[in-house]
């Protein structure tokens, strides 16, 4: 399940986006204290922020700028202004997409889908692969899950990788170790399945129970 951080200041249109992504099956997390928008973007660690422009203290295009000092998380800006200056503004401070109010809340659904979609199921097309709801960053080897996060080996995290790049789809156990050879980690089938047993043991660990189902005869695969 994705979360979304709602950073808007009209406490009515946070709720009606919140309740209405839900019905989605999003998750979402609405900011109380726009002083310190930063420090409930660390805590939830999101992945998509709808962001207002017209925010108390500090403007949305200046939350923007900080979040992008730490992560690429797609930014989708809200504004009562939908002026050309306020779009390339939003675009030149790290913004992904922009909706003018009043809005509609089925375009809004598409516009964060795409986003979404765009950033977390193109596998090649970013560092990020996802599946129901843990997110693998390829470059460092760090699995999200729910606020959790946890540090894969380096065998770890490309079995978990071409998994994902395959999942629903059961990947059998001399595909795994190919791919394992070709980035110079020469194992056999007993050190494959210790590997497997201690990624199982991590992802338990951070609520994922069953992520990885074996499939007689054939490998792993996703569910």
């Not at 998750?27 to 420090?39: G, S």
């Not at 998509?48 to 108390?56: A, H, K, T, Y």
């Not at 056999?188 to 994922?208: A, F, H, M, S, Y």
Request: hydrophobic share 40%; glycine share 6%; net charge neutral.
């Amino acid at each position: 399940m994705y979360k979304i951080l709602i950073v808007e200041d009209d406490n009515t249109i946070a709720e009606r986006l919140a309740s209405h992504l839900k019905k989605w099956n999003y998750k979402t997390i609405c900011v109380r204290d726009f002083k310190n928008v930063m420090e409930e973007f660390k805590k939830t660690d999101p992945q998509l922020v709808i962001l207002d422009i017209g925010l108390p203290f500090y403007n949305g295009f200046y939350w923007c700028q900080e979040i992008r000092k730490v992560s690429k998380v797609p930014v989708l800006f809200l504004s009562s202004a939908s002026d050309n200056m306020s779009i390339i503004m939003a675009v030149n401070m790290g913004g992904d997409d922009f909706i003018a109010k009043p809005f509609d809340l089925n375009v809004l659904t598409a516009k964060v889908q795409a986003l979404l979609r765009r950033t977390y199921e193109f596998a090649g097309a970013t560092n990020l692969l996802e599946h129901k709801g843990a997110i693998l960053d390829k470059e460092n080897g760090i699995l999200t899950y729910q606020g959790e996060k946890i540090e894969l080996t380096k065998n770890e995290w490309r079995i978990l990788q071409v998994l994902m790049e395959h999942k629903g789809k059961a990947v059998s156990r001399d595909t795994l170790m190919m791919r394992l050879w070709e980035s110079d980690s020469f194992i056999d089938d007993n050190t494959l399945t210790v590997n497997v047993t201690r990624l199982r043991r991590k992802l338990e660990e951070i609520g994922l129970s069953d992520y990885i189902q074996t499939k007689k005869g054939v490998g792993y695969l996703l569910t």
